[in-house]
């Protein structure tokens, strides 16, 4: 089973980690309100940097790390990150396979 780490960019510019094993279901939940507390407040949120790791330990692991990072570094990170792998908030994300 794969786990994910991934940060979220929101509206209001501040970013959200988090961790999960289903990456497409856990955005789709945060871009509709129904993720995380935080983001419901300021949506809607971009996907601008997610890595696919092998365990549930080190996917919170460097969800932690990546927590302890000051925003310009997580903004530096999330600039560094491909273009093509985020996801935007209006786009319909495919089903997970």
């Not at 289903?22 to 509709?32: E, F, G, P, T, W």
């Not at 560094?80 to 786009?91: M, T, V």
């Amino acid at each position: 089973m794969p786990y994910f780490c991934y940060m979220l960019e929101c509206r209001d510019g501040s970013y959200y980690c988090g961790w999960t094993t289903n990456l497409d279901n856990r955005i789709q939940a945060h871009m509709v309100g129904k993720g995380a507390r935080y983001t419901r407040s300021r949506l809607p949120v971009l996907l601008v940097y997610f890595e696919e790791l092998n365990s549930r330990a080190e996917a919170m692991r460097r969800e932690w790390e990546l927590k302890q990072e000051d925003h310009e570094s997580k903004q530096n990170l999330a600039r560094s990150f491909n273009e093509d792998d985020r996801k935007q908030p209006d786009k319909k994300l495919p089903d997970a396979e």
